[in-house]
């Protein structure tokens, strides 16, 4: 399957740490990126690769990976956080590339 | 600094088309390729094609096979996406995004156009 499953929701106290779950069986394979998007804004990039941030990204965002589940971890969440976040992988021929659902995080 | 920047809205009718620029500054052109996303309202991200502006040559998700082509315009660091027969279920914003690899098992896309709402109505 090329399909990358992610949680629709999921919240966090703030100043807590939370994890972002993206799974499916490219991961197994490549590796996941993760994009934030805030209303009325564009995606942007957050993690790349096996855990990279692109220059700007605080590092309280980090990445990780295993077997066919990807994750995007937030330690110490700010109210600035609270956003979509979508993982992005490798698909198959019909599509690709594919994303994940999508997770709204709420900042509690 | 790199910089995508989109042709503004369009209003489309059923049936009509639409074309989409995304002008690259900022860095060469031809050593990356373009991707296009799109984002129907309240929903998520679907990816829909790639072009390699060195060459021209362009891939696309199985669905969108028959309706979009992408181009590209070298001598302006500009590529376009054009969909034909439109529906009200593509009204949607339409992203460009440049393509990095580290041509092993990493892909990102990394910066995003603004986007270009679509809008389908008769």
């Known amino acids: 399957s090329s399909e990358l499953t992610q949680d629709p929701a999921v919240s966090v106290a703030l100043g807590q740490t939370v994890r972002i779950t993206c799974q499916g069986d490219s991961l197994r394979r490549y590796y996941a990126s993760w994009y934030q998007q805030k209303p009325g804004q564009a995606p942007v990039l957050v993690i790349y690769g096996k855990n990279n941030r692109p220059s700007g990204i605080p590092d309280r965002f980090s990445g990780s990976s295993s077997g066919n589940t990807a994750s995007l971890t937030i330690t110490g969440a700010q109210a600035e956080d609270e956003a979509d976040y979508y993982c992005n992988s490798r698909g198959n021929s019909d599509a690709p590339w594919v994303f994940g659902g999508g997770t709204k995080l709420t900042v509690l | 600094q790199v910089q995508l920047v989109q042709s503004g809205a369009e209003v489309k009718k059923p049936g009509a088309s639409v074309k989409v620029s995304c002008k690259a500054s900022g860095y060469t052109f031809t050593r990356h390729w373009m991707h296009w996303v799109r984002q129907a309202p309240g929903q998520g991200l679907e990816w829909m094609a790639i072009i390699n502006p060195d060459g021209g040559y362009t891939r696309y998700a199985e669905r969108f096979q028959d309706r979009v082509t992408l181009t590209r315009d070298t001598s302006t660091s500009t590529v376009y996406m054009e969909m034909r027969s439109l529906s009200s279920e593509d009204t949607a914003v339409y992203y460009c995004?440049?393509?990095?690899?580290?041509?092993?098992?990493?892909?990102?896309?990394?910066?995003w156009g603004q986007g270009t709402l679509v809008t389908v109505s008769s």
């Open positions: 995004a440049r393509d990095h690899s580290d041509n092993e098992n990493a892909w990102w896309f990394d910066p």
